[in-house]
């Protein structure tokens, strides 16, 4: 990795991103308790969380190729996979995925950089820039009129019908799910070093950004592995596009979309704009999941005119939904009576509070400057009062 993508040197050819110590977001009353941003806004390559587990499973696609065409060399050096004789074999095949953008990037960005084809299937609300960014990298990016589970479904059917193809599911891939869980236990070394507890007296609150479910959810997975009952752990979601939600709130209705509840899919977090939850990650978050809270679309560019101007962060407006998580659990009945009964009252000002920023870095200026300017002006009128 570190010959394809010298940006990686920092970690030693690992993609990981900084804990980074800040201030607590905006619009709390009475916080407790220390705040962090784990900051997948800045992971290399895809600028997002999808890095983690696109990656994995493009390399995992990658090695049982290699396997399977005797490519890996007597050393067992995986340097030989950046050879012309490497490449002439995986030139045949094709990597397919359906994405609203981020996690497109993630699996063109690798899969062309290790010379596979690429095709990523783009819903209706991927940014115009992400499909750039990959056609400059030479993927095909294909686009749709409709909604992200119509882009993965088109994309599935392609490759079912392509013996060379090998498509991506999100809504399904164990593979991507356990590169995502692999975050929490380097959060656990990161913890370590800063010597910052998680334990029955320092209880750990995370709050990620959900679309599908399964980046959210792998990490999830991951850190009840590592911190079981000392980690609580709560998804975000927008208003309407809370699939996840629906879906927990209705078990005996499987595949049950956010249209059939009346909520319309429109919503700038592209990266959240999901209709339907990933079963897999519904049923591994069933047991693990504290809670999950919604916003209105105005709280993203608020949070993200806020992380820019109090810690000098950049991120897209989906990573700001994190922002929303301790607002619902200081701010409303809701949050306090989770509070009260894990017992959890008397112990706060010990607790850690670890936001999860999860994308941004690749966001172009005049984009970005929309955002912060849309942010500067609802930032006056949301927190003004508190
Ligand atoms: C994809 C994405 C998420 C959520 O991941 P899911 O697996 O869809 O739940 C959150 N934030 C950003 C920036 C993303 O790209």
Not at 285 to 303: K, P
Not at 354 to 373: C, K, N, Q, R, S
Request: with cysteine; aromatic share 8%.
């Amino acid at each position: 990795m570190l010959k394809l993508f010298p940006e990686l040197v920092e970690h030693d050819g690992l993609i990981e991103s900084d804990l980074l110590s800040v201030g607590a977001p905006p619009g709390l009353h009475q916080p407790q308790g220390t705040f962090w941003i784990k900051a997948d806004h800045a992971l290399p390559i895809a600028g997002s969380i999808k890095a983690r587990g696109g990656i994995h499973e493009v390399l995992e696609f990658v090695e049982n190729l290699a396997y399977k065409h005797g490519l890996i060399v007597d050393d067992g050096s995986y340097l030989s996979l950046d050879s012309a004789k490497a490449k002439a074999v995986f030139r045949q095949y094709k990597v397919a995925v359906g994405s609203t953008g981020n996690l497109g990037l993630s699996i063109g960005i690798i899969s062309a950089a290790l010379g596979l084809q690429a095709t990523v299937h783009m819903s209706v609300e991927a940014k115009q820039w992400k499909k750039s960014r990959l056609r400059a990298n030479g993927v095909t990016v294909l686009e749709y009129t409709g909604d992200y589970a119509q882009a993965v479904e088109a994309g599935r059917l392609e490759a079912a019908e392509d013996p060379y193809a090998y498509f991506v599911d999100d809504e399904k891939s164990v593979s991507l799910f356990a590169g995502y869980a692999v975050a929490a236990s380097r959060l656990q070394q990161q913890l370590h070093k800063k010597n910052i507890p998680v334990d029955a007296q320092h209880p750990l609150f995370v709050y990620l950004p959900c679309g599908v479910g399964g980046a959210p959810g792998g990490v999830v997975y991951g850190l009840k592995h590592v911190f079981g009952k000392h980690a609580h752990c709560f998804f975000v979601e927008p208003q309407q596009s809370s699939c996840f939600l629906v879906q927990m709130q209705h078990p005996e209705h499987e595949g049950i979309s956010v249209y059939d509840v009346g909520q319309n899919n429109q919503t700038e977090a592209d990266g959240l704009a999901v209709p339907a939850a990933s079963l897999l990650a519904i049923d591994a978050m069933r047991s693990r999941l504290s809670g999950i809270a919604t916003m209105a679309d105005e709280y993203l560019f608020a949070d993200l005119y806020a992380l820019q101007s109090n810690e000098g962060l950049k991120v897209e407006p989906s990573a700001a939904a994190a922002c929303s998580g301790p607002r619902a659990l200081f701010n409303t009945t809701q949050g306090r009576q989770y509070i009260e009964a894990n017992g959890l009252g008397d112990i706060l000002d010990n607790a850690n509070h670890i936001l999860w920023t999860t994308g941004g870095l690749f966001v172009p200026p005049d984009e970005y400057h929309e955002y912060l300017a849309r942010g500067a002006t609802v930032n006056q009128q949301i927190f003004a009062a508190s």
